[in-house]
């Protein structure tokens, strides 16, 4: 995503109910359970301001520009397209970010052993820390068929994909690249 006027947002503010799951680990050496992972969830009431309009989309979701007002940070958040009203809730949406949470976990176990072996830490990976917004009460008009929207902080900058799940990849032979390379076969 391009830097984006944070500026332009519309002054309504929305009141939602942020959701957030990890999975714990007693310390790093502790054995997960992934068939049945100990999982810790926090919720917190919070004001956004969400743009009129996408920025962009994916297959199944539309980017919006967000703003929250009590933690101070610009989001991205993602609507659905189409909203499959079974699995439409908070138990069901979160288990996509258990997943992100063992995407996490598995990336903070390969920095550990690549952090000497890099010659820039920069090129270390890294996830977005992804949540829920429910809102509590009626959502924006751009919105009004959305109940919940999956959240993440923004992060500024320009990004080049390095491989994808169908095998393809970058073969620039950029230290990015490599290192993406890297953690695909060490994540595997």
Same mark, same amino acid.
């Given at each position: #995503? ?8 519309? $002054? ?38 969400? /743009? %009129? ?17 009590? =933690?101070?940070?610009?989001?991205? @958040?993602?609507?659905?397209? %189409? ?10 949406? *979160? ?27 920069? @090129? ?11 809102? #509590? ?6 919105? *009004? ?5 999956? /959240? ?18 970058? $073969? *620039?032979?950029?230290? $990015?690249? =490599? ?7 060490? *994540?595997?």
């Amino acid at each position: #995503m391009k830097s984006q006027n944070w500026e332009d947002l519309p $002054e309504k503010k929305v009141n939602v109910k942020s959701h957030s799951f990890e999975i714990i680990q007693e310390d790093k050496n502790s054995v997960i359970d992934w068939k049945n992972p100990v999982i810790e969830s926090h919720t917190f009431n919070t004001q956004v301001r969400i /743009a %009129e309009k996408p920025f962009s989309e994916g297959h199944f979701r539309y980017a919006f520009q967000g703003y929250d007002q009590r =933690l101070n940070h610009n989001l991205v @958040l993602k609507a659905l397209k %189409e909203i499959d009203l079974e699995n439409y809730n908070i138990q069901a949406m *979160s288990k996509d970010l258990t997943l992100v949470s063992i995407c996490n976990l598995i990336v903070n176990q390969f920095n550990e052993r690549m952090i000497d072996k890099v010659c820039r830490p920069n @090129l270390l990976r890294d996830f977005v820390r992804p949540f829920i917004f429910e809102f #509590m009460g009626k959502g924006p008009s751009q919105l *009004s068929d959305q109940k919940f929207l999956y /959240a993440e902080n923004y992060i500024d900058g320009d990004y080049n994909k390095q491989s994808n799940n169908l095998g393809w990849k970058n $073969e *620039s032979w950029s230290d $990015e690249a =490599l290192i993406a390379q890297t953690l695909s076969h060490f *994540s595997w």
